[in-house]
């Protein structure tokens, strides 16, 4: 019962991505693993295909960044506080290189998860009907369900080669801990043939063990784990750290021309060469202020008040 | 009394969300009425959110559908499938959402503006995508749609149909088997439109004090009608718009100024503090 998956997160994308995967990222705004989408981008990894739910700059950075050939989504952009340019760009003018888009809705790309992580081919949803997105979509199909005869639209199991999922704590072994909104990670890593989990914090499996509902990702699976605080930023954790707004509005104007956006590349994603060193650069000042903004009012309650 | 036309579209989308709803806020505008409404004449209404929350009654305004917020102070903290589950499955009363593009039966694009000579994989225009739009538009039994009155955005005919309105008109939505009740009302700017139990096209029900029948047709891509018995919107009351201001200071949705400035670190930091002060004055 202790078997020790904590690795790099070099180690890690070394490992476990190869060029041409079917990559699902975890989080929605909150919990999106952008740490993990810098790794992706230092090491070049490349014809990615992105399985996502609605994303905002763990996608769309990978888009800028030339690595994604194919996107199966509901909704990619920049939430809050502008469009997503990278986005627009690689699909209207190909550059850096065209992606090629399937969308589907939330709901179904979340009945896809969860196909994947039954083991079964398919789930019927009830929504597009009527719709455009079926149309241009063929894996969409529609059907007369069998036993009373309404109309239902079956998509495909979700089965992404890796996932990355950042989560406020897990042990050693890899049983993950969600604090807040949980989006589709608990199908999502159990859809995946291989998961990379990033945390907030490690902690004993003693202390996971005090409260066993908070565990939404049982180790058997995961593959790595990697502790990475501030693994979202400048996005937020529940919990943890809020958003970092001021540095998310500087990377969208420098993604207003494919030349800016590399130029922001250059300064924060490929001049350090371990995580530890872009948190430097952003400087502990500015890191314990986000913390301090989600944890004076928000915090996940210590077990021992009840 | 003077107030901005974001002010009045905040206002009068509150207004149609009803005291004990289960209310799906979509992001935009949808994110601060619902908590306006909810702290002034619908205190029992549960705001659900997409990525899992529900029921929060957090020390900040989210500013999206899945941020730290919607799950503080909340009832429920899960999964995003669920949720949506729980509006097909008919447990949602009424969701708010925005949309970039409509046409007369009051079906939403946020895919693409496809353009002449352009196509679906190369548009004209990429837009983000539905999100859980279509899911809403599909499901829910009364849909409240939120966007600006402006030039083609008002269209006799869309590139694409991502969440059905009435989709080509009376029978459609019960022969493609969606369950909701179709858009209740689209607020606008300008106006408030609603749809024909008839013959469901979209018509001209309210307008905005001093906003003219002319003006808005001039905006509306079809030969809009009119109601027969058309009326003014009452503006916002000061308690609203005071309310408004303390759960939204930073303007996030009242105004794109204050979160577009280019802004130092240190003023994001001062501002925000102040954030959490002003809604804990409400809870």
């Not at chain 1, 969308?103 to 998860?113: E, K, S």
């Not at chain 1, 784990?225 to 509005?249: C, I, N, Q, S």
């Not at chain 2, 969300?17 to 619908?42: M, Q, R, T, W, Y």
């Not at chain 2, 190369?122 to 939120?146: E, H």
Request: net charge negative; with cysteine.
């Amino acid at each position: 019962m202790s078997i020790n998956k904590v690795t790099t997160l070099t180690e890690a994308v070394q490992g476990l991505v190869n060029d041409g995967d079917t990559i699902a990222l975890g989080g929605i705004l909150s919990r999106e693993p952008v740490a993990c989408s810098y790794e992706l981008i230092r090491q070049h990894k490349k014809d990615l295909t992105i399985i996502v739910d609605s994303h905002d700059e763990s996608v769309e950075l990978l888009i800028g960044a030339g690595l994604v050939k194919k996107v199966e989504s509901a909704y990619i952009w920049v939430g809050v506080i502008g469009s997503g340019l990278n986005f627009r760009r690689a699909v209207e003018k190909g550059i850096p290189r065209h992606v090629e888009v399937e969308d589907y809705t939330n709901l179904a790309i979340g009945m896809r998860f969860l196909a994947g992580a039954l083991g079964v081919p398919f789930m019927p949803v009830l929504s597009m009907s009527g719709s455009d997105i079926p149309k241009y979509n063929d894996k969409i199909v529609s059907m007369k369900d069998p036993y009373k005869g309404q109309q239902v639209n079956l998509v495909p199991a979700a089965e992404p080669d890796v996932a990355f999922i950042h989560v406020q704590r897990a042990d050693k072994m890899g049983n993950a801990q969600i604090w807040g909104m949980l989006a589709n990670d608990v199908n999502i890593a159990r859809a995946a043939k291989k998961v990379i989990l990033t945390c907030e914090e490690i902690i004993p499996t003693s202390e996971i063990r005090k409260i066993p509902n908070m565990t939404q990702i049982p180790h058997y699976c995961v593959d790595a784990v990697v502790e990475l605080p501030f693994g979202a930023h400048p996005l937020g954790v529940a919990g943890y750290y809020w958003l970092d707004t001021p540095f998310r509005k500087e990377w969208l104007k420098a993604s207003k021309s494919q030349e800016g956006f590399d130029a922001w590349l250059e300064e924060w994603v490929f001049s350090w060469d371990t995580f530890e060193e872009y948190l430097h650069k952003l400087g502990s000042d500015r890191l314990a202020k986000l913390r301090k903004l989600e944890r004076d009012n928000y915090r996940i309650p210590r077990i021992e008040n009840y | 009394m003077n107030y901005s036309a974001q002010e009045f579209m905040v206002s009068a989308c509150s207004r149609l969300i009803k005291d004990n709803e289960c209310v799906f806020i979509g992001v935009g505008i949808p994110l601060l009425a619902g908590v306006v409404a909810s702290k002034i004449h619908a205190p029992n209404s549960v705001l659900i959110y997409e990525a899992g929350g529900i029921g929060a009654i957090s020390r900040r305004l989210p500013w999206s559908i899945s941020d730290n917020a919607t799950t503080d102070n909340a009832l429920v903290a899960t999964e995003l499938w669920r949720v949506l589950g729980d509006v097909q499955r008919g447990f949602v009363d009424v969701a708010v959402i925005g949309g970039a593009q409509i046409d007369k039966f009051g079906n939403l694009n946020t895919t693409a503006i496809i353009g002449p000579d352009k196509s679906y994989q190369k548009p004209q225009t990429r837009l983000p995508g539905s999100g859980g739009a279509n899911d809403l538009a599909s499901s829910a039994k009364r849909l409240l749609i939120i966007m600006r009155l402006e030039n083609r955005k008002f269209v006799e005919k869309l590139d694409y149909i991502t969440s059905p309105g009435f989709l080509a008109g009376p029978g459609c939505r019960e022969k493609a088997g969606l369950k909701g009740g179709g858009p209740e009302a689209v607020i606008t700017n300008k106006c408030i439109f609603r749809f024909d139990p008839l013959t469901k096209e979209m018509y001209l029900d309210e307008l905005f004090p001093g906003v003219t029948i002319e003006e808005v047709r001039s905006d509306v891509g079809w030969d809009l009608k009119i109601s027969s018995d058309i009326k003014i919107v009452e503006p916002p009351t000061e308690k609203e718009i005071e309310i408004m201001h303390k759960i939204d200071p930073l303007g996030v949705v009242l105004g794109r100024k204050s979160i577009q400035e280019n802004q130092s670190f240190e003023d994001y930091y001062q501002i925000m503090k102040k954030c959490y002060e002003s809604m804990a004055l409400l809870i």
